[in-house]
């Protein structure tokens, strides 16, 4: 299983997971107040282009998934955490689940014109329909610190075991936060007993 991001301050990564052991993908999602000004270079808010990124990932991770028989192949566990609001209501497991429940149950379906190119070469547009487990959002601020993600991985070793693969935490954010900055370094200091996450952060600016 390949998961490939975009990235000017990393390479793409390539992820070895199967479904005798999942792995965990993480996706971390800046839902802050900031995020819902509009990005310098789209008519979209900074919010829809996060949102938008996240959905379009979680299809292709199902479509590169699909068995022989039409089925889709558990070879990753998805966890949406999204992060803004006030207080205790800052963190938000949105959802978390295997693919194949993904697949089976987003929370809607959009219809969207898409543009193709037909057989005689040209542009055509179609309507075709969109999966969305993540709905825009934009309030609040980042949470003090990210020791949920540490835990949320703590919990995902101790029930699965800690010879599972690394867990892949893919990171959409307006800018880096300190924070989360601060919970990286801590990662390579920490006595885990599993091995360190692989981080990437999609930033949007």
């Not at 949320?152 to 900055?181: A, M, Q, V």
């Amino acid at each position: 299983m390949e998961i490939k991001i975009d990235n000017d301050r990393s390479n793409n990564s390539h992820f070895s997971y199967n479904t005798g052991e999942p792995g965990l993908i993480v996706l971390l999602v800046d839902q802050t107040s900031s995020t819902g000004r509009t990005a310098s270079d789209k008519q979209n808010t900074i919010a829809e282009l996060i949102t938008k990124s996240v959905n379009s990932l979680i299809m292709n991770l199902i479509l590169s998934n699909i068995g022989s028989h039409g089925t889709i192949k558990d070879r990753a566990f998805i966890s949406i955490i999204g992060y803004g609001g006030i207080g205790v209501n800052s963190v938000e497991i949105i959802h978390s689940d295997s693919l194949s429940a993904f697949a089976d149950n987003p929370l809607r379906t959009e219809k969207v014109k898409k543009k193709v190119v037909d057989g005689a070469g040209k542009l055509v547009e179609i309507e075709e329909k969109m999966a969305i487990w993540l709905e825009n959002k934009s309030n609040g601020i980042p949470p003090e610190n990210f020791n949920f993600l540490l835990n949320h991985l703590n919990i995902w070793h101790y029930h699965k075991g800690i010879n599972y693969p690394k867990t892949s935490i893919i990171h959409f954010c307006e800018d880096e936060k300190e924070g989360f900055r601060s919970l990286l370094n801590s990662f390579k200091w920490d006595n885990k007993p599993y091995e360190s996450p692989t981080i990437i952060e999609k930033l949007f600016v």
